[in-house]
């Protein structure tokens, strides 16, 4: 199914986290829809909606905004019956950049998903971390303005994903089975949704500035 539209300046929530940020949307642009199903032995229904939420007439956003599928491994995977499994992939920034939000995917066996950034300078940061993955739950996590993390140019994004084909794992339909790459929810996936901003050198110190001359909180310790 394909929608046409003309041209739109549209932000997609929770993809974007701030009101300076939106997607472009050209001429002739279409949405596909991608939606995977499998025999269920019964007649299933459901209904698919969209949301599109448009910016005021007159007001564009500062920034173009890009989901970017960023791989941990993709078309290929091996996962052996009773086995903890591990997939790791890179994905480089091409301009400086603010990761506005992370959204990992996998399937029933999906066990945790880190994100790290490795700065070309070779020094490493954890920038996302979800230890107890929930196939029932596609959450996205949205950054705080004043804790998105600010990645310079040439950056490689780093994921890392670990899968849990044992009886541990109460998701798991059958840990006897070898798992490969694949669409239905039996197989698997392992890859991140993460939105980047991308930012010329003028915006990128400039933010960079103001979080350096942003005030300090510390929270209080519980009592």
């Known amino acids: 199914m394909a929608i046409r539209l003309d041209f739109l300046l549209i932000t997609f929530p929770p993809f974007c986290s701030r009101l300076d940020t939106g997607k472009l949307l050209l001429p ?74 992370f959204q990992p995917h996998m399937h029933l066996r999906g066990k945790a998903m880190m994100v790290e950034a490795i700065l070309p300078n070779g020094q490493k940061q954890v920038i996302s971390l979800v230890s107890d993955f929930n196939f029932n739950w596609m959450t996205t996590y949205v950054y705080e303005d004043n804790a998105a993390p600010l990645l310079p140019k040439g950056t490689l994004l780093k994921v890392t994903a670990w899968h849990d084909n044992t009886a541990g794992k109460k998701t798991n339909p059958d840990p006897n089975q070898w798992v490969g790459w694949g669409d239905r929810t039996v197989d698997e996936m392992a890859h991140a949704w993460i939105n980047i901003v991308y930012m010329k050198d003028d915006d990128f110190k400039a933010e960079q500035e103001k979080r350096r001359s942003a005030p300090t909180t510390v929270a209080a310790p519980q009592q």
């Open 28 to 101: 002739g642009s279409k949405f596909r829809w991608d939606i995977h199903y499998s025999q269920a032995g019964e007649e299933i229904t459901n209904q698919v909606e969209m949301g599109i939420y448009f910016y005021p007439k007159g007001e564009e956003p500062k920034y173009r905004t890009s989901l970017t599928l960023t791989p941990a491994a993709l078309g290929t995977m091996d996962i052996r019956p009773n086995t903890l499994s591990l997939v790791e992939g890179f994905t480089q920034l091409r301009e400086n950049a603010r990761i506005e939000s």
